[in-house]
């Protein structure tokens, strides 16, 4: 290697030094200054672009610095395109992982401001990913001045083919894409099934919906079956979910006196109870009259369709300390019967 050669490599890397160097103090600086500025405003995807940003800052400053220093290296035209070409590839694939990684942190976002929730839909992540990386190998393709249209068609050909043989999949997929766009199933909403389960929905992927029941065991349902099952949303159109509790009290007592009683019960356990929503109005609807008794319906609201059990729990027993204590009668089923003696006739 000559003298001049290595004072270019010598200059080459200065200037890569001071380029890095250079941004490492303009983030120090500049990004601090507007860290601090974005955390006295009210929007959310400021404080998050600046925080994906930071992650892969260092990456595009490497790239930046190495572009710039290898047009002082005494190297050919052809093989300064080439470098170029790799480290716009390099470039663009970074700026594909830090796109979809923040377009879907900006739906998660979203999605907790409008739900009070921390969904995580997997599939929405999915089809967020492929849209940006298949721009980005769009785009690597014309780097290399490679026509994209006889591509476009094999892949819609071999598409074609594919989506045939994996129909179920499709069929699965899309069915998925419907529920997270209809917004009839969350993530964190609490469902109940056709066939009697019941869960939270944890996630929606690709394929199938994860449902986590209350026991903690796991619920896998393909997402085309979901689609088309009938489905309680304890979440929808809000939290609260009413409970009905039945009561049968004995025939002896004064309805209106039973009924102020229960009332006021009610009115005190919703007060003091901290999973009960107190913005219900408790009420006591008497149904019909049972066998034993006069059976009655009490109506309150629990915050959380999943702490309904335990308020349930609670309420009763603090229901039957207090109808025993006012002498309130929970009579036990009785059935009478009546047995008609039969005489024969006796012969003269």
């Known amino acids: 290697m000559s003298y001049s050669q290595i004072d270019f490599l010598f200059f080459s890397l200065i200037i890569f030094i001071g380029i890095f160097i250079f941004g490492y103090l303009l983030k120090k600086i500049a990004y601090r200054y507007l860290v601090f500025i974005s955390q006295k405003t009210k929007w959310a995807w400021d404080k998050l672009l600046l925080g ?5 800052y260092y990456f595009w400053l490497f790239l930046l610095a190495s572009h710039i220093s290898f047009v002082y290296l005494p190297i050919t035209d052809k093989s300064f395109s ?4 790799i480290l716009l590839i390099f470039f663009i694939l970074s700026l594909c992982l830090f796109l979809s990684r923040f377009i879907v942190s900006l739906f998660e976002i979203y999605l907790n401001q409008k739900t009070d929730l921390a969904p995580k839909v997997t599939l929405f992540e999915i089809i967020v990913k492929v849209i940006v990386f298949f721009i980005g190998f769009v785009l ?4 290399f001045n490679i026509n994209i249209l006889p591509f476009i068609t094999t892949l819609g050909i071999a598409g074609l083919a594919i989506g045939l043989a994996l129909r179920d999949t499709l069929e699965n997929f899309f069915a998925g894409i419907h529920l ?7 993530p964190g909403d609490f469902i109940r099934l056709e066939n009697g389960l019941e869960g939270v929905v944890e ?8 449902i986590k029941q209350l026991q903690n065991n796991v619920i896998i349902i393909p997402n085309s079956k979901l689609a088309q099952s009938i489905i309680i949303n304890y979440h929808q159109p809000e939290n609260n979910q009413t409970l009905i509790i039945p009561l049968t009290i004995s025939y002896n007592h004064n309805l ?4 102020q009683l229960i009332l006021a019960f009610m009115n005190r356990f919703i007060k003091e109870h901290p999973l009960a929503n107190k913005d219900f109005p408790p009420a006591v609807r008497y149904s019909g009259f049972g066998d034993s008794g006069i059976n009655l319906n009490l109506l309150i609201q629990v915050k959380e369709p999943t702490d309904r ?6 309420f009763i027993m603090e229901l039957y300390d207090y109808l025993k204590k006012h002498n309130i009668e929970i009579p036990y089923p009785i059935r ?6 039969h005489h024969p006739n006796k012969e003269n």
Request: aromatic letters at 6%; hydrophobic letters at 45%; glycine letters at 2%.
């Open 203 to 210: 996630d929606i992927t690709w394929r199938t919906t994860i």
């Open 180 to 186: 997270v766009l209809a917004k009839q199933i969350r």
């Open 336 to 341: 009478k019967v009546y047995l008609e003696s």
């Open 309 to 314: 059990f335990k308020l349930i729990h609670d």
């Open 140 to 143: 690597i393709l014309n780097i």
């Open 82 to 85: 080439l470098i170029n070409k």
């Open 52 to 56: 994906s940003v930071g992650k892969i």
């Open 256 to 259: 209106k006196e039973v009924e």
